[in-house]
């Protein structure tokens, strides 16, 4: 690998045969490679597009402008360039796979997707194809396909990175001894691993190991203070230990991390009802209905949040769509607990959800906590 110096030495000495020969495209196309490398974006782009302007076919340097437009995060220019040299025909893996990279960060992953499908059924067998892959797959709930991607990946490299990212997909599939042993393996050799940990603090939520749960969590978010899942999960610990404000403020930054997942902003919302927010709390579930409709756990906590402001009636039409989408749904044995308990006398019911930790709506009813981790564990965000 060129160190500074070398490639400084090198475009200076590009630079000089130029001046001899200005219309060389070769050489044109030779030092915007060299001043990419450097980190000359603007001194790339400008060495390409000499070599366009003189070029019977400009294709080559196209792609290289496109790729320019990769590192500098102009994704949007990048996949427009990408997509227009594979419409002229140009049939290679390379820009199958750069294409899918600028589909993949403007959170395009089914495209994104079918770019690195071609470019591995084209010929390009790279462990960053793989990984991409992979990632797509598991963004778009693919998930055996996903699966099978990360073990590619992880073939091709035996790295922790990769074993890592099998934690994740196994966890989220469900298989959580097989999730335990990757993410303790990758944990061995790299032991800040953001998906390792993530896994570690999850399978450490399950087990009510609050401690290295909230150990594991911290880690994830001091590396990458926009993980969603991480602040998902330190929320739910800190509602074990009774921290009920950080939990609300830690629940409060995984939504805005994660808009649009419903599971999210469900837990958000009864933090809040057992905190007291039920205005709250209804808004909550509220956007988790907007966000998903047909999930029932978003009508049957809306339920359970409008039998605490006393609103019965809307409380029992919310039970209704809920019961129709699923009847075993959480929020709408709580909420017909209530209402039975109320019995028509228009009283709140906080006194039913005031300790609702350690509660069962019934006798054969999971408590809020035991609900909350295996349901965020099944409606698993994929970040």
């Not at 339920?303 to 929020?331: I, K, M, S, Y």
């Amino acid at each position: 690998m060129s160190t500074a110096t070398d490639l400084t030495a090198k475009i200076q000495r590009f630079t000089t045969f130029l001046q001899a020969d200005p219309d060389n495209t070769s050489l044109l196309l030779d030092l915007g490679d060299l001043q990419h490398q450097a980190g000359q974006f603007d001194a790339a782009l400008a060495s390409y597009g000499r070599a366009a302007a003189l070029l019977p076919d400009a294709s080559a340097a196209n792609a290289r402008t496109a790729a320019v437009y990769l590192s500098q995060h102009r994704f949007s220019e990048a996949s427009a360039l990408f997509e227009g040299l594979l419409a002229q025909g140009e049939q290679a893996p390379a820009l199958q796979h750069n294409l899918g990279i600028a589909l993949f960060y403007q959170d395009r992953f089914e495209e994104a997707a079918q770019q690195f499908s071609a470019a591995a059924a084209g010929g390009l067998d790279v462990p960053a194809n793989a990984r991409y892959l992979a990632n797509c797959l598991h963004h778009t709930g693919q998930m055996d396909e996903a699966l099978q991607a990360a073990r590619q990946w992880h073939a091709q490299t035996e790295s922790p990175d990769s074993q890592a990212y099998l934690s994740l997909l196994y966890f989220d599939l469900g298989e959580r001894e097989q999730a335990r042993a990757a993410a303790e393996a990758a944990l061995a050799v790299q032991p800040d691993s953001v998906e390792a940990n993530a896994v570690r603090g999850s399978l450490a939520l399950e087990d009510q190991d609050i401690a290295t749960a909230r150990a594991s969590f911290d880690t994830v978010l001091a590396q990458r203070p926009d993980n969603g899942r991480a602040w998902l999960g330190k929320g739910l610990s800190q509602l074990y230990t009774e921290e009920q404000d950080d939990a609300l403020a830690s629940l409060a930054k995984a939504e805005a991390c994660m808009p649009e997942h419903s599971g999210t902003i469900v837990a958000l919302g009864w933090a809040q009802l057992t905190t007291g927010r039920h205005a709250e709390a209804e808004q909550s579930f509220c956007r988790a209905v907007e966000a998903d409709r047909g999930f029932a756990e978003a009508h049957g906590g809306l339920a359970a949040a409008l039998v605490h402001l006393n609103r019965l009636d809307e409380a029992r039409q919310a039970v209704t769509v809920a019961n129709r989408l699923d009847p075993a749904n959480f929020g709408a044995v709580y909420a017909k607990a209530a209402l039975l308990k109320l019995d028509g006398h228009g009283q709140l019911a906080d006194r039913l959800i005031s300790r609702a930790l350690q509660q069962r709506p019934t006798a054969d009813a999971p408590s809020l906590q035991e609900y909350l981790t295996t349901f965020v564990a099944q409606r698993a965000p994929k970040h």
